[in-house]
């Protein structure tokens, strides 16, 4: 694939699947612009996301964040091409809001509409500017929705190797960091305190060590936190700053060694691999990039992850770079009536 092509669309992309209201303008696998408003303050008092605050929420913004976009790309919207949106997974309300916008924009515009999978936009993030990767690729998507390992002898045949059973990783980060009042969504405050703990001050378990499948399963971990904190707090009013870093660490030990374990037994099945993908929110950890490299080099794999932060939680660029690939590889438009949201897309096993 060649960064960017002369024939290569100018698409406008939009992804509502969380709570994030993205849009950007992509061609090829350049990036012209890379909207994000976000809604965590609004779901911060609950703990979490609302499904359905959150889709009224990107209907009030949609409007003006394709407008920024446009603005920052330098680009009017009767230059645009492709209409590009995610379908799934996510929030059914919440992908709703971006579907039927991209639907909108297709129909007035009278321009091909083009359906991506969220996951797929994950993965390909690293593709952006233009950056060749090589395959054969194992990828760990890592995220507060979805741990996934995957297997990619291409681009455009993504085969699902495994996931989370219960809680995916960036979520047990957020849950841990709650607990230890370090408010919401906490992963990155909660890893910022673990730099400083003992990771060996607790010993929680590593989970599924001897399952023999390349699954995940966060629960477990969770509650052995859960309970620590109980006891401790048993006899005393509230956690030492010692205690939080400690737990944090402990937990973040664990929790990393635990992906690990299923990435290393991953690469001794598929030895083919040449690339170790890690992208999705958790890919901004430098601890777990650090950790990985590491793993990477001893089976002689290069380790990528996305060039920025911004690419590595939800956005919208990294669907216009989802739907190039699958434009490049001859996907067909879709039926503009027929596209509709699916919640719990999945990759084929
Ligand atoms: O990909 P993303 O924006 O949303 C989903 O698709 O879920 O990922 C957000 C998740 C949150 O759970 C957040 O706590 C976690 O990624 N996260 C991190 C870090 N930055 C974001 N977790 C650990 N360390 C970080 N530096
Ligand atoms: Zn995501």
Known sequence: MSPTTPQAPLILAIDTSCDET?????????????????????????????????????????GAVIEIALRQAKVDLSQIEVVAVTYGPGLAPALQTGIAKAKQLARELDIPLYGVNHMHGHLTSVLAKGRSVELPILALLASGGHTELLAVPDWNSVQLLGETLDDAVGEAFDKVAKMLGLGYPGGKVLSALADAGNEHSYMFPIPMKNSGDLNFSYSGLKNAVRLQIEKLKNNQPYLSQQEIQDIAASFRSAAFAHLRDKVSKALFTFPETKTLVLAGGVAANTFLRSQLRHLANSHGVKLVFPTSSKLCTDNAAMIGISAWVEIEAGKKRENIEKLDRVSNLRFAE
């Open 22 to 62: 993205s849009v950007a303008v992509t061609r090829g696998f350049n990036i012209l612009s890379n909207t994000i408003s976000s809604q965590v303050r609004q779901h911060a008092k609950f703990g979490g996301v609302v499904p359905m605050l959150a889709a009224r929420l990107h209907e009030e913004k949609i």
